[in-house]
């Protein structure tokens, strides 16, 4: 890498990010240089990252058994994309399998299938959950939540409790490494320590950590040993389609896999299906070669610029946000809001305008100066509906209005989620814009120049159309 570990060049990061230039319109007409605080959701691609994947299009070919000297040479760097991988979280490659899928959501899914488990299993997990971390689990087993402090952190204390109270019926404790509503960190030594102790094996979301924080699975037989760790390319500046599964082999080994087909075997006749061994047996089908290129290429971009210095960067600008943010008049922030507390924590900061919805904020930052952000319950729903200390006759009106397509008054949360490539200038524009639209609210002005869709459950400028399909065609 043409640069240094030793300081972070987070000009260059940002100088590196693909559109990070690009021109949105906006609500008087004219364009404004969007500024993106949605790192949660996706991050933007790279420019080294595209560039490798250009480079290795002209060297595509299918993977395996390919007697071309392209498919040979898209079959090793297939196969180097899962070393890489593996290395980039201390991995023992000769225990644990890397595993290539497509996102977080099938990883997790596909753990669930494959301990086989019953109806009579507990998964312990936490009431701070993405729905990917949390579904898979109801569908197959007995989901038993840890419960959380008043600010939405994880309560160790229940979550000791509940694995003394439920003991050999947990086969699982499966976590967030940080949460997606409230930027929390778990203590992950802290869990799997827990968990080992018990003679539990422990899961990791890593989707919203492994881009912010360096994270090591630690060796196998270590009482801080991570069994299983997910996460998806398109969070670390590689949007390509790739997920990534890892666990020790032998999980993977017994039985067979949940998806079938070309590629997942070593033989087949009338009688007998003998299946192959890992990754192929869990990568059904042919695979997603770029994705595993530009995955590798991000991992090998992140640790060229140290992901030490990445988490410090954005811890600073973090603490920046909060201060700056706090002095909002009318604002409530969820969670931890001490600018001085960000060690365990990565940038998502989660907020509400007094008067304002949050569908109307999100609108309103977007076409009055380019700001991107999300709204809602960030596929999160009981973490959201918790923090916000909702009733359950308030729930039970929510339940109703969305069975009848009714989507307005559905309660919710303003998202600005933050990432290496982020600066100080980006914060300022947001926390400027937020103060005009309090300022605009009052007046009434917002109302005036945004209208409600219930269908959609999202706000829209009245009188001006301006069609995403005019900057940018597939034909």
């Known amino acids: 890498m043409p640069f240094s570990r030793e300081v ?6 940002r100088r ?13 007409g004219g364009y404004k240089t969007c500024v993106n ?38 079959t090793r760097v297939y196969d180097e994309a899962h070393e890489i991988v593996g290395e980039f979280v201390k991995a023992d490659l000769r225990k644990n399998s890397i595993i290539f899928v497509k996102n977080s959501t099938e990883a997790v899914n596909k753990v669930s299938y494959r301990m086989g488990l019953t109806k009579d ?12 971390n949390d579904l898979p689990w109801r569908s197959r087993a007995k989901p038993v939540y840890a419960a959380l402090d ?13 694995l003394r109270q439920y003991g050999d019926s947990i086969k699982l404790v499966s976590v967030s490494g940080a949460s997606n509503v409230t930027g929390y960190k778990n203590d992950l030594g802290r869990i799997a320590a827990l968990a080992h102790r018990a003679g539990v094996p422990v899961l990791v979301d890593g989707a919203q950590l492994i881009p912010h924080s360096p994270l090591d699975i630690k060796p196998d037989g270590h009482p801080e040993h991570i069994d299983y760790l997910v996460f998806s390319a398109h969070k670390m500046y590689a949007p390509f389609g ?37 990754p192929d047996r869990e990568e059904a ?18 640790e060229g610029h140290g992901m030490g210095n990445i988490e410090n960067h954005e811890r600073a600008l973090t603490s920046y946000a909060l201060k700056k943010l706090a002095q909002i008049k009318g604002i409530t922030i969820y969670g931890e809001k001490n600018p001085d507390n960000t060690e365990n924590r990565v940038g998502v900061i989660t907020f509400n305008l007094e008067g304002v919805t949050h569908e109307l904020t999100a609108a309103a930052l977007a076409w009055e100066d380019g700001i991107a952000v999300r709204n809602g319950c960030f596929c999160a729903h009981p973490y959201v509906l918790h923090l916000l200390r909702l009733k359950p006759q308030h729930v039970a009106r929510i339940i109703h209005k969305k069975r009848t397509g009714d989507l307005s008054g559905i309660p919710g949360m ?18 400027e814009c937020l103060g005009r639209i309090t300022d605009m609210a009052r007046s009434g002005e917002l109302a005036e120049r945004y209208a409600f869709s219930r269908k959609t459950g999202a706000y829209y400028p009245r009188n001006i159309k301006v069609d995403p399909g005019e900057v940018f065609r597939l034909g």
């Open 8 to 13: 972070f060049n987070q000009a260059r990061f």
């Open 16 to 28: 590196d990010i693909v559109g990070i230039d690009k021109k949105v319109p906006l609500y008087g």
């Open 37 to 74: 605080l949605d790192n949660a959701a996706s991050t933007p691609v790279l420019g080294p990252v595209l560039e490798k994947v250009n480079e290795f299009m002209d060297w595509y070919s299918s993977v395996h058994r390919g007697a071309g000297f392209k498919s040979q040479v898209s």
């Open 121 to 132: 299993d507990v998964i312990l997990t936490t009431m701070m959950e993405h729905h990917s």
């Open 150 to 162: 008043e600010k939405g952190a994880l309560n160790y204390d229940d979550l000791e409790a509940k």
């Open 242 to 278: 790739t997920g990534v599964l890892i666990g020790p082999k032998h999980a993977f080994l017994r039985g067979g896999p949940e998806y079938t087909g070309g590629g997942t075997i070593s033989i087949v006749t009338r009688e007998l299906v003998e299946w192959a061994g890992l």
């Open 285 to 302: 089908g042919t695979p997603n070669v770029v994705g595993a290129v530009a995955l590798a290429a991000a991992v090998k971009y992140l």
């Open 414 to 431: 303003v998202r600005v989620s933050l990432a290496a490539y982020n600066n100080k200038n980006d914060i300022d524009r947001l926390v």
